[in-house]
């Protein structure tokens, strides 16, 4: 074989040695393959190695990684007419790469445009203070908008965050005194709040003392009010049992006199006697009035008696002398024994 033909056989192995290569496709792990063949789509191949002809085939590799979209800051007019700077981050990933590469050709600028707008629909529908405070809203609102959208591009919108939302200076001035106002009257309503329930606890503790001040006075007053009364009721007792046990003695000392004036047997006149002397005591008192018993003629009348009978006991001595029995002379001239004198008359 001529060197020629050596040189030209060894040409032709070595272009199709860089042709076979050139066909060497490495599709990795976080990636898929879009074949196509002369132009067309064939298939959707998985992770690896893959081969094919470059003249005729071609692979388009799909990143399926969760990726992030950094939307540019725009300003945006709120309802109450405040201009607003926002700027948000889309997080997207692929679902399917075929729909992801046929159906949008420039997937980035798309899903910024798309994120642009709809937030400036959102902004523009609020007024400042939601807009600063509704921020999750925002943001579940805008992902749900945007991953309809992106359905068909092969794309499944993960999350969605609002990034600053920043008013005019101006604004932020005013908003600042704003706050600080707010703050000073919360600090105002609480010390007020403060003072409040300190007054109310001063007067609660003022009405505890008082109800406890006063139900001490009243329980002092009842067990005073009963220490006098049992104090009253032993006085009274023992004024009781000094009067009964006196009563009981004058009654026996009664008793004892009757029984022995009884036993004695007195006659009218020694009781006559006893009568004169009781008026005797009772006028020389130093009282102005004398109260003298009514019935004068009986009292007359047994002072008569005891004058006969002393005069009689003067007859009976000189009798006595002279050897007569003893006699008892009367106004009326008769003459009596001392036996009829002393024998009681009729009642």
Do not use: C
């Not at 009364?229 to 009664?254: C, H, K, P, Q, W």
């Not at 018993?293 to 005069?311: K, N, Q, R």
């Amino acid at each position: 074989m001529s060197t020629p033909v050596i040189a030209l056989a060894v040409v032709a192995l070595a272009v199709v040695l860089i042709y076979l290569l050139a066909g060497v496709r490495i599709v990795r792990p976080y990636q898929k393959g879009i074949v196509e063949i002369l132009g067309r789509y064939r298939d959707t191949v998985d992770p690896g190695l893959r081969l094919i002809l470059p003249a005729f085939f071609k692979l388009r590799v799909v990143d399926m990684r969760e990726q992030v979209v950094d939307v540019p800051p725009q300003e945006v007019i709120t309802k109450d007419n405040v201009v607003v700077a926002v700027d948000a981050v889309v997080y997207y990933e692929p679902t399917d790469p075929k729909r992801l590469v046929y159906n949008v050709a420039d997937f980035m600028l798309a899903v910024t445009k798309l994120a642009q707008t709809n937030l400036r629909n959102l902004i523009g529908d609020m007024d400042l203070d939601s807009a600063l405070t509704s921020r999750d809203q925002i943001n579940t609102t805008l992902r749900n908008i945007l991953d309809e959208a992106t359905d068909k591009w092969g794309v499944r919108v993960g999350r969605v965050e609002i990034q600053r939302i920043d008013p005019p200076v101006d604004v932020m001035n005013a908003m600042h005194e704003q706050m600080k106002a707010e703050r000073t009257r919360r600090a105002v309503v609480t010390q007020a709040d403060g003072q409040r329930e300190a007054a109310i606890a001063r007067a609660e503790g003022e009405k505890r003392s008082a109800i406890l001040t006063a139900e001490g006075l009243r329980e002092r007053q009842i067990l005073e009010a009963q220490g006098e009364a049992d104090a009253i009721r032993a006085v009274a007792d023992a004024e009781a049992f000094r009067l009964r046990t006196v009563a009981e003695g004058e009654a026996d000392a009664v008793t004892s006199v009757y029984g022995a004036i009884k036993a004695a047997a007195p006659t009218n006149e020694l009781i006559a006697i006893k009568y004169i002397e009781a008026l005797r005591f009772i006028a020389d008192g130093r009282a102005t009035k004398i109260f003298l018993p009514t019935e004068t003629a009986g009292v007359m009348g047994s002072i008569a008696g005891i004058a006969e009978l002393f005069a009689s006991n003067n007859n009976d001595d000189d009798n006595r002398q002279s050897g007569a029995g003893p006699v008892s002379g009367f106004g009326d001239g008769s003459v009596r024994t001392a036996a009829e004198i002393v024998e009681p008359g009729p009642s």
